[in-house]
């Protein structure tokens, strides 16, 4: 929010800004520090004077060990966003809807809590939201807070302090089940509580194992992830950690890992990658 922000920069590591009709897709942003003394976000959508933030799509993204809200949408007036297969783990906060936003979708989200310092998974006070077949786990206290209207459908609990304030849960989701065994957590293992009970017959929680395109998940797998020498060589250049004060107790995990990206994404949830993935 300017009114109240810093001016420190950055505040997200990918932003929306007053836009309209976008789609992004395929995106990682990991080991984010932001700047600014408030409003900082992982995947931010805002707008303000009023502005709209309308009609746009985040599908197949990741937002992992990041500071901040993982997916944040606060512009003054926001409307059929949609949001599909994202993958929010191990960041500082958690998701966040508010201002008048009226029929946004949020579909397919795996989001893990146990990193973070907010009281809730999902705060929300939008209009008409639809939130369905998905995993919020791990939350300090609420799963979801909810202050506005909100459709809860096919959705998995689990280790929740509590699960929904402010709103009510039906049949279709899942309150009281059993440990999830997130091995990797873009995937949902045979044998998996979240395996094949979705709306669609298909898995809860985020799958991102293919590539979008046009909107669209295609046959083309995502892993090993393209170019992920030439990205880890860019991304952990000496004297750019040192530009961007990416050094020390800042560093990123990533770098100091010495991992591929793929590695490091897929071990996120602790386990050794799959040696198929490096024939």
């Known amino acids: 929010d300017p009114y109240i922000s810093g001016s420190g920069d950055p505040q997200a590591g990918l932003a929306i800004y007053s ?53 944040v949408m606060d512009s003054d007036l926001s409307s059929l966003n949609l ?23 949020y579909n397919k989200i795996t989001l893990n809590q146990s990193a973070s310092s907010a009281n809730y998974g999902v ?24 202050t506005g209207s909100i459709s809860l459908n096919y959705n998995y609990f689990y280790n929740n302090i509590s699960n929904c304030e402010g709103c009510s849960l039906n049949g279709t989701n899942i309150t009281t089940g059993a440990n999830p065994n997130i091995l990797y957590p873009i995937r949902q293992e045979v044998g998996s509580p979240l395996k094949g009970n979705a709306s669609d017959g298909a898995d809860r929680g985020a799958t991102i194992l293919y590539r979008y395109q046009n909107s669209v998940v295609t046959n083309t797998t995502l ?27 800042d560093i990123s995990q990533m770098c100091s890992s010495g991992k591929s990206l793929t590695e490091y994404v897929w071990e996120s949830g602790g386990n050794a990658i799959p040696s198929a993935l490096y024939p």
């Open 19 to 71: 836009a309209n009709n976008n789609t992004v897709e395929n995106v990682i942003v990991l080991d984010s520090i932001n700047r600014s003394n408030s409003d900082n976000s992982v995947f931010y959508l805002t707008g303000h004077a009023p502005d709209t933030v309308n009609n746009n799509k985040i599908l197949g993204s990741i937002a992992l060990n990041s500071e901040g809200g993982a997916l």
């Open 123 to 146: 705060y929300h006070s939008g209009i008409s939201t639809i939130f369905k077949d998905s995993l919020i786990m791990n939350a300090v206290l609420y799963a979801v807070k909810n």
């Open 223 to 249: 892993w090993p992830w393209p170019n992920e020498a030439r990205i880890r060589q860019d991304f952990c250049n000496a004297s750019s950690l040192v530009d961007y004060q990416r050094v020390g107790t």
């Open 83 to 105: 949001f599909e297969n994202m993958l929010l783990w191990g960041n500082s906060g958690g998701l966040s809807l508010t201002k008048t936003a009226v029929n946004n979708t």
